[in-house]
């Protein structure tokens, strides 16, 4: 096919860009960072397909709560 191009599929680091993660909660960036890693990408990687230096990415681990959700009424989990 001509004209086409192949888009890497959903799961595959190539399929995560900076632009999408910023546009995320932060809790959710958090996830996104730690699947790039989970992957086998290497720091570099990681950055390049976070937009996300090395110090900006541990800093984000250490302070943003993991993504939940809604709470359920009551604040019970």
Known sequence: MTGTTS???F????????D????LPK???V???LLLEE???TSVEVAI???FSASKRR???ATVRPYRGKEPAGGEA
């Open 7 to 9: 888009r890497p599929g």
């Open 11 to 18: 799961g595959m680091p190539g399929s995560v860009t900076s």
């Open 20 to 23: 999408a993660i910023r546009q």
């Open 27 to 29: 809790a959710m960036q």
């Open 31 to 33: 996830e996104g960072i």
């Open 39 to 41: 992957m086998g990408l």
């Open 49 to 51: 397909h976070s937009g």
């Open 59 to 61: 800093e984000l681990i």
